[in-house]
């Protein structure tokens, strides 16, 4: 996790007041691999002791590796997983904090 880069911060809660965020960071900006999540206690943001993972990673390796047929085939179109990491993140959210 030392080497991660972040690629986005997301906020939820109301607009004018988040109660949560969600730090995503991966390899890469296109390789989301887990989010860090904190509450907004006192005026100030504190990590929770959960840590929210994605399978992004895994995911491309494996399309990678499978490729052995058909040379002339192009690569499986890749899905937008910084997408899907906040759109995991979301129902994360929703799902353990929405009132």
Not at 19 to 40: F, M, R, S, W
Not at 76 to 94: G, I, Y
């Amino acid at each position: 996790m030392a080497d991660s880069t972040l690629i986005d911060t997301l906020q939820f809660g109301p607009d004018d007041a988040p109660t949560h965020k969600y730090e995503v960071y991966g390899d890469d900006e296109k390789t989301p691999t887990y989010a860090l999540i904190y509450q907004h206690s006192g005026g100030d943001w504190e990590k929770i002791d959960e840590t929210l993972t994605f399978a992004a990673k895994d995911e491309q390796d494996e399309a990678s590796s499978t490729m052995d047929y058909g040379s002339s085939d192009g690569l499986p179109e890749l899905r937008d997983l910084p997408a899907e990491a906040r759109e995991r993140s979301e129902k994360h959210w929703r799902d353990n904090f929405a009132d």
